[in-house]
């Protein structure tokens, strides 16, 4: 500590003030390494890593360490391998890999042939790391390194970093959420820095991220699995209710809801590509019982089963009138060669990426976590915007003659969008409603033109094409009473 409290003196007083240090936790209990370690190095006579992964702070933390393993903040960098040569490579170029996924997603971090570790995948903190010792993972990315706080790790901020943004809209759907508010109003309230932190007893202020995914409530113990609660996948094109599938090793799967579950012992790929047996599965409705178990600490029953029922709804709504029919058309174009496989090379493939994966995802973590602005203006309004304005004209005109084949039928399956076959009814909210029937006069029952030469109906669109009398161009007409925002 005397050399790095020179050189690096605030990450020495950070951990003068963390509670490692409090209990004796020196730098060679985290940083020490076995000399076969890929990433080892010698350090003023001592074997150690730069990097502490989670299989290091598993030695004193090994309860932490098997829930974390194989949740999906572990495998968050295995989750967008199959998206990042499209949107980081092609779209943009490799540097935003390491800038931008890589900082999230974690990186695989390479270790060059001198021990140093590689700058193209390293300094990285992402929460689904691979580490040079195999783990997956970064303790670091919720807690800070040196300070290790738990306070910290309890904090929404702690999760804003990368839950923010179009693909994971979480920071501004909580601040817009009721509990947001009473978070904000309440914050001292919190007791962020007890020993202890269960929601109901030490604290009932307001709940955070940590609370409803990870904090222990009643009878519902912490975890370090930060999926384990959720029932639905919400950043997919289509959300399904997924079973959570757990290996004899402790890695994790999800699996749709709709398959049959796996029985215990059977033999499954991983997320990562290699080979697990399972020991237990947990079904959605398993999911969000706990997940509502939590929410009784505050509400009652009824509250708590009614809002999952909204929740179930919006996104039921969206599969059934958005997501199924866009990736039933999308496929359609694809099999018949009218789309490119390549992604990202024709403009429908942008609107249709953005329609679930932006304003798609917005509206469904907006009715998940009490959002009505995300779930409808930010969210779903925008939804049936760039679904009938932007995805189904261009669709179109890249189906060209093949558009009654491989669009209309799908739109014909469902009652969602028989709206449309109605172009001739009232229009109020656009200030339009069909002209009142005129009573025909003597002549004009007999089907005569009137004296202005015109036939009844072209008399109408006359009388809409030119009005009796003009406004003035150089005055503002004053606003009609109840003209407001809907």
């Not at 992402?126 to 580490?131: L, T, V």
């Not at 079904?283 to 706990?290: E, N």
């Not at 029922?309 to 039933?328: H, I, R, S, T, W």
């Not at 189904?392 to 709206?419: C, K, N, T």
């Amino acid at each position: 500590m005397s050399c790095h409290t020179k050189s690096s003196p605030g990450l020495a007083e950070q951990w003068r003030g963390s509670a490692h240090h409090q209990a004796g936790v020196n730098c060679m209990d985290c940083h020490q390494a076995d000399p076969a370690d890929a990433d080892a190095i010698t350090h003023e006579g001592q074997v150690i890593s730069v990097i502490v992964s989670p299989k290091d702070c598993g030695r004193c933390h090994q309860t932490e360490l098997d829930e974390q393993s194989g949740s999906v903040h572990a495998e968050a960098h295995a989750i967008i391998s199959e998206r990042v040569p499209a949107l980081a490579h092609n779209l943009t170029g490799a540097a935003m890999q390491a800038a931008g996924c890589d900082q999230c997603h974690g990186s695989a971090v390479k270790v060059r042939g001198d021990g140093s570790l590689d700058p193209a995948t390293w300094p990285n903190s992402g929460i689904g790391r691979i580490n040079p010792d195999g783990s997956k993972g970064s303790c670091s990315s919720c807690h800070g390194r040196h300070a290790f706080s738990k306070a910290q790790a309890r904090e929404p901020d702690a999760c804003v970093r990368c839950h923010s943004g179009p693909d994971s809209p979480d920071k501004e759907v909580f601040e817009a959420s009721k509990h947001g508010m009473i978070y904000k109003a309440q914050h001292e309230a919190m007791n962020l820095d007890a020993d202890t932190w269960v929601a109901g007893q030490d604290y009932t202020a307001a709940p955070t991220c940590v609370t409803c995914h990870m904090g222990a409530a009643g009878k519902v113990p912490s975890t370090h699995d930060v999926g384990m609660r959720n029932a639905w996948s919400l950043n997919t094109p289509v959300s399904v209710q997924q079973y959570l599938v757990v290996f004899e090793d402790g890695d994790k799967l999800e699996l749709p809801a709709d398959q049959k579950p796996p029985k215990r012992g059977t033999e499954l790929t991983k997320a990562d590509g290699t080979t697990g047996k399972v020991k237990v599965v947990a079904g959605p409705d398993r999911r969000r019982k706990i997940m509502s178990m939590v929410c009784l600490e505050c509400h009652g029953k009824n509250f708590t089963e009614s809002f999952m029922d909204q929740f179930d709804a919006v996104v039921a709504l969206y599969n059934g009138k958005f997501g199924e029919p866009a990736a039933a058309i999308m496929q359609g174009l694809y099999e018949q060669g009218l789309l490119t496989p390549l992604p990202f090379d024709e403009p429908l493939e942008f609107t249709y990426w953005e329609l679930w994966h932006d304003e798609g995802a917005r509206a469904r973590h907006g009715a998940a976590m009490a959002s009505p602005n995300h779930a409808w203006w930010e969210g779903m309004y925008l939804v049936g915007r760039n679904f009938y304005s932007r995805f189904l004209p261009q669709a179109r005109a890249v189906a060209g003659d093949a558009a009654g084949e491989l669009i209309d039928p799908v739109l014909a399956a469902s009652d969602h969008h028989r709206w449309q076959s109605s172009p001739d009814a009232a229009n109020p909210i656009l200030g339009w409603s069909p002209l009142p029937a005129l009573e025909p006069g003597p002549s004009e029952a007999l089907g005569d033109a009137d004296q202005s030469g015109k036939a009844p109906q072209a008399r109408v669109e006359s009388q809409v094409a030119e009005p009796q009398t003009a406004a003035p161009m150089t005055e503002a007409a004053p606003a009609s009473e109840g003209s407001g925002n809907d």
